[in-house]
């Protein structure tokens, strides 16, 4: 409350959400610290220094001691909690008298401080909010209103608006006094003028005071007893503020709200003070002063104080004080969630359905959030089912989020639901539901005059609907909401269609009619809750076209999918087709700010939705469709509304708004640099739209792409191959959609996706299924049983039955035409859903007829056959309203009549009278009494009315009428009586009844049968009376309630489209009592058909009634005619399930009868009556069910019958079932010949196809398709369908030998006018200098031959072949790896024919390792001649070859003997001559030598021999021997499957080219397996010897011999040395010679001269001294000591002798013996 300098008062409230969130958001003081405040400067905390909003609630230096007291009071006040508790704690007309107490007082400064200092916090808030804005807008005090009340007339549906103000304040008003109720709001919200503020002002008061005198209460309030509250509010105030004031003052002691005792004893003294205000002594008067002193020096000190406190703590986070609770509710129903939220700075709500923000725009009317005083509500409005979810109200700010939870359950009546009771006041339901928004329960009614009627218009014309609205009782100045409706959706003003409501009459203008306009119009007013509603259909025809014959205008042109690449437009087909069927569609755009139109489609389409592409990408659009025929182009239609070609989600992006404001926190993320990297594939690619025109495709993007943008290629392929070929080579996909053209009709496909960026094309998607281009949607079959019943003399109810299997419905079309005139006259232009209409302006008296075709965006149906006749006048007892039209199934479709009360209309119904009374024969006028002045709904029950439809006939034509105005009407009677009745079943109060069909039907087939009964008490028959009310269609029926023990008789007559027949006769009595009959009844009408020779097929229907429990199955029993009753044989073993069976294995010329057996779970029911006699026999001229598929791939069954009658016709069954209604076939009849076509053959087809031909003698076929002859059926189809040329060899690309690229193919044949088209990325290539083409028609050979691959011949490779009708083409991708591997191809057999022009390589140096061990080097050349040259290399040293290379064989070698790691390295070969060199390298390091070396061991571990075992003097050797031996090669010894361990004792070791194990000393331990594995780098191979047993013994004793021989040898006597073999010596010398001799023990010594011992003398001293040193002593030696000596030396272990020659010369004799050899050398040289 806020007082202003003329003293008026301002409540400032705010009743819409939005309003509240402005106030919140601009001057939300409500949580402001005091200590903010210093002086006349206003310090603002760091978190809303940047934010303008906070600073308008600043500027006013007069709010500032306000909003400071107010904080005090939050700070310290115990009756303060969250917000608006305080408020809740006292009532607004507390806060209002202690205002006016403290305006009263205002002569004092303090006076006025206190008085600001006592206002709550909901009256402060209220305060600053009005004062800010009215200062800051320039507003004057008349200015600050409530919302005007024309926001309460919005769409919202039985919206509560609560009464402004309370109960309590409503007590506290004097009754004479008038509330000056005002509102603050926006200037740019509700503009409204000074009158209407006026209105508004004077509605509100006259409101509040109906109020106040509707509580019969008279309150009185004297002003003393006023003043004492607004002085115990004012002292109540005071003390929650001064808790730390003097303790003089009263009220200072009592600063907690639990001592109210306190306070209400101060109350009562403040009073009595109040009246002796006047008498007051100069004491008190200091005192108070004193006091107000002391109280403002502590404001003060507190303000210092929190001016130094850290602005962080001032923050908190959200916390609920009171959380939303969860609600079950009914539907339609209203419901509100309440939460209560603290925080610092204040926390914004956000309110979330299912963890989705609710967007109070995108629903108007259906929510409404509200946050008002720290309340935050969301309110649900006529709660559906959908609206059942989880609701979290989101509470955040900067420090921190929190959220609650509340589940909302919307339960639903299973009854039929009275809306009554939500408009009929508080005398029939709760309070809520009878308030209105203005504050009382009352009744309003509304009433509609001159209103509008059924109109008609033309496109192009102007239009107004109005009528004048008259609500009683009048409320002045308030107006109602009004609002229209087209078929129940909402109409809003546009360009249009505009709206105007003059104050007593609504109008709806067209400005501009389009047959989009044509629909149910209804005009709803609304006051409060309660509303009435008034409907009427608008009909707008053609205009007249400008080229007679041309097609009228689509209409409904919308868009149904965009994106940056294309726009899908859909639209629906025209009634009027100007007389030639169209032949399709164009479809134009136009640029939003342009007037330039250019069509998008170069050839008409079909399908009444097409992708428009070639759009620029953000740029705006409109689009519009004209329909074309054989005669021209029609009129345009309707503009669509514009669409940005912008993928959804960049829409969403530009559209969308932050949830919450600034909450001072900015989160920064590091996300690693993608840049470069290779985006990855698509994923969900699938097919969204597949048509005859294009293909839809939809994925999504790839996870991994980098923070650049990415695009797409698609490629397709034919279903089979892998022959992908790239679709959009040009121009790269932007959106994760694409439309592809141009795809053969026919043809499977398969698709894939690509992504691409700067860092290259990624990995292909996962491929879709196989996709045949064609229709997926077929056009709906024609509608049937058009029954037209009269309503009005200018209007007629045409029904029908919906067509059968249509999918995606867009509606239908009505025609009427005079009866005999031919001309047709669409009744509606703008499809109808639902399965009646009503047909205005007919000429009364006029017969007309009627017919109907659906429509979906396939196309349009046939047209329904022609209906009866039907005179134009109003139906008996008046009519259906004139306002009758296609009923909508969703609110406000469901019409109402003039109470407000919702309608659920009933179809009229017919009545019959007892069918056995005294005019049996005559059914009853149908009554529409029941049914005046309702509306129509859109379902029809079912009625008599259905059952008096005549049987469906073929359908004629398209474009043609089924009727022949000239052509007599077949004569029909009713229906002879049934007979034999029969009483099936009895049960308590129950009958089941069965009889036969009449024996004459009257022309026309059967609709149904009535039963009337009557009890026959000792004999007397009563009155009739009738079982049932609506027609029953079997030929049994189950009548309840009757009485048990009694005896009944029955009657029944049958019904066709004449009319009722005769009843039949009177059946016997039957007494009604339970029966125990389980078994099921027999089966009846068997029926033999396909008699041949050896078969025939029996058909039968099930047992009328069927016992206790279903049946499950049937036996089939047959006989021969003539034979005994005890001759009868079951066919099956097992029941079957079907009602046919084709029996099998007849003889030829016997006449069998057959019978049906029924079972269910009781057992066996009685047998049928038979069936036959038939004879087995095939009569001449059966012909049979041929299958036929024409040369466009149609299959049919043909059937011909040369027997036919004028009456015969050809009946078709599918399983022995009629296809007469079948979606998937067509049958056509001609003379005696008849066709039945499958539309899309497939296995919900599989079955027995069956021709009958009636009025004949059983002349009947069969023809069964099971899944094999399916699949021929379907190959043969296609074949046919579309005829290709036989491939042998697919398109296929190979290098030839210069490197040239050769690509071919081969057909199986061509004709001599074979075709062939060269495509290259989707554009045709000729031969030139680039492509050599060749095509071979005797082979079929198709070749194209180019020099080289460049980098631009990058791409996809068709050959089209045509010859004749049959085509064919094969294509191949080279692109990506597969081309730079093609192309790295091409060029290295260039180059490599270069290379060949000289001396070359055939095969390149390589190594072999021989068996020798060695590894020998060779290479193969060719083209070698004597001059040519080959050097070998190694470590690019040359080698030195002994051997010369003749080159005979080609083969050139180097051999390496002994290889080791020191000839590693790289051997290099070179050819030269003077025509070219070539060379070939060898590297034999690192990997390739150890795979060399590997080898090598290998060689030399398989030359390993055998293992032998050899004995030594030291013990046993196993030893092997290998071709060489190198390190590499690694040998392992085991003995006994364990590795031995080598020691002193046992060795291993190689000597040259023996690898051994030596055991010295071998114990029996040695003994066991050994074996030796040499282990070449890869594998391990072993030899093995077994040292134990006999091999063991014999090398162990072996051992042994050695052993002690080589002790013997090494201890037997020997001489060491010192004798020489001759000594020479001249006589006369002395000789002495001196030998070592060895042994142990020492061996003894003697000497021998010419075979003799030799004794020592003193010529011949010999010596032997310390067992060693032997002498030889002769002292002058003469001629004859000259002989052979020897010196014998001997121990026990063996003697040694050494011999030597002595040679004794004298110097004479040697000079002549020289001189002698002289003189005969001389001799012989002469």
Known sequence: MLTNSRGGVFILSSSSSASSEHFHHHYSFGNWWPGSFKGHRMSLPFYQRSHQHYDLSYRNKDLRTTVSHYQRAKKHSAIYTQGSTAYSSRSSAAHRQESEAFRQASASSFQQQASQYALSSEVSRKAASAYDYGSSHGLTDSSLLLDDYSSKLSPKPKRAKHSLLSGEEKENLPSDYMVPIFSGRQKHVSGITDTEEERIKEAAAYIAQRNLLASEEGITTSKQSTASKQTTASKQSMASKQSTASKQSTASRQSTASRQSVVSKQATSALQQEVTSEKKSRKVVIREKAEHLSLRKTLEETETYHAKLNEDHLLHAPEFIIKPRSHTVWEKENVKLHCSIAGWPEPRVTWYKNQVPINVHANPGKYIIESRYGMHTLEINACDFEDTAQYRASAMNVKGELSAYASVVVKRYKGEFDETRFHAGASTMPLSFGVTPYGYASRFEIHFDDKFDVSFGREGETMSLGCRVVITPEIKHFQPEIQWYRNGVPLSPSKWVQTLWSGERATLTFSHLNKEDEGLYTIRVRMGEYYEQYSAYVFVRDADAEIEGAPAAPLDVKCLEANKDYIIISWKQPAVDGGSPILGYFIDKCEVGTDSWSQCNDTPVKFARFPVTGLIEGRSYIFRVRAVNKTGIGFPSRVSEPVAALDPAEKARLKSRPSAPWTGQIIVTEEEPSEGIVPGPPTDLSVTEATRSYVVLSWKPPGQRGHEGIMYFVEKCEAGTENWQRVNTELPVKSPRFALFDLAEGKSYCFRVRCSNSAGVGEPSEATEVTVVGDKLDIPKAPGKIIPSRNTDTSVVVSWEESKDAKELVGYYIEASVAGSGKWEPCNNNPVKGSRFTCHGLVTGQSYIFRVRAVNAAGLSEYSQDSEAIEVKAAIGGGVSPDVCPALSDEPGGLTASRGRVHEASPPTFQKDALLGSKPNKPSLPSSSQNLGQTEVSKVSETVQEELTPPPQKAAPQGKSKSDPLKKKTDRAPPSPPCDITCLESFRDSMVLGWKQPDKIGGAEITGYYVNYREVIDGVPGKWREANVKAVSEEAYKISNLKENMVYQFQVAAMNMAGLGAPSAVSECFKCEEWTIAVPGPPHSLKCSEVR????????????????????????????????????????????????????????????????????????????????????????????????????????????????????????????????????????????????????????????????????????????????????????????????????????????????????????????????????????????????????????????????????????????????????????????????????????????????????????????????????????????????????????????????????????????????????????????????????????????????????????????????????????????????????????????????RYSDRVKTGVTGEQIWLQINEPTPNDKGKYVMELFDGKTGHQKTVDLSGQAYDEAYAEFQRLKQAAIAEKNRARVLGGLPDVVTIQEGKALNLTCNVWGDPPPEVSWLKNEKALASDDHCNLKFEAGKTAYFTINGVSTADSGKYGLVVKNKYGSETSDFTVSVFIPEEEARMAALESLKGGKKAK
Request: net charge negative; aromatic share 10%.
């Open 1093 to 1540: 020779k050896d078969s025939l097929v029996l058909q039968w229907k099930p047992p009328v009634h069927s016992g206790r429990t279903p049946v499950t199955g049937y036996f089939v029993d047959l006989k021969e005619a003539k034979a005994k009753e005890d001759q009868w044989r079951g066919l099956n073993e097992a029941a079957i399930k079907n009602v046919y069976l084709k029996v099998r294995g007849l003889k030829e010329g016997v006449s069998y009868v057959f019978r049906v057996r029924a079972i269910n779970q009781a057992g066996v029911g009685k047998p049928s009556d038979l069936a036959g006699p038939v004879v087995a026999e095939t009569r001449p001229g059966t012909k049979e069910v041929v299958v036929n598929v024409d040369d466009d791939g149609v299959i049919s069954l043909n059937f011909e019958c040369d027997k036919m009658t004028p009456k015969s016709e050809f009946s078709w069954t599918k399983d022995y079932v009629s296809t007469e209604d079948s979606p998937r076939l067509e049958v056509e009849s001609k003379g005696n010949k008849t066709k039945m076509t499958f539309k899309d053959l497939g296995m919900d087809d599989l079955g027995i196809y069956s021709c009958d031909v009636t009025d004949t003698d059983g002349i009947a076929s069969s023809y069964l398709i099971d899944e094999e002859e399916l699949k021929r059926l379907l190959a043969l189809s296609h074949e046919h369908k579309f005829p290709t040329v036989p491939v042998k060899s697919e398109l296929a690309v190979e290098i030839l030998e210069k490197g040239q690229v050769r690509f071919w193919m081969q057909a199986e044949k061509l004709s001599g006018n074979a075709k062939v088209n060269y495509i290259f990325n989707e554009k045709e290539i000729f031969e030139g200098p680039k492509y050599k083409m060749h095509i071979d028609r005797n082979t079929g050979i198709i070749e194209m031959f180019m020099e080289k691959l460049q980098d631009e011949d990058e791409g996809t490779y068709t050959f089209q072949l045509q010859d004749g009708k049959a085509t064919n083409h094969s294509t191949v991708v080279l692109v990506g790896d597969v081309f730079k591997k093609l192309q790295k191809e091409a060029e290295f057999q260039r180059q490599e024919w270069i290379r060949k022009q000289g001396p070359h390589f055939v095969e390149y140096l390589s190594w072999e390792v021989t068996g020798e061990c060695n590894v020998l080097l060779k290479c193969k050349v060719a083209n070698i001649k004597k001059e040519t040259h080959i050097v070998w290399y190694k470590d690019e040293r040359e080698i030195s070859v002994d051997e010369k290379h003749d080159f005979k064989d080609g083969i050139c070698t180097l051999l390496i003997t002994e290889f080791s790691k020191k000839d590693a390295g790289i051997y290099e070969v070179i050819l030269k001559d003077d025509r070219g060199k070539d060379k070939s390298r060898l590297k034999l390091v690192d990997e390739a030598f150890k795979e060399l070396m590997t080898e090598v061991c290998k060689k030399i571990a398989l030359s390993a021999t055998d293992l032998k075992i050899q004995s030594t003097a030291e013990g046993i050797r196993l030893y092997s021997f290998v071709t060489y031996y190198v390190e590499d090669l690694k040998v392992n010894w085991s003995h006994n499957g364990s590795a031995i």
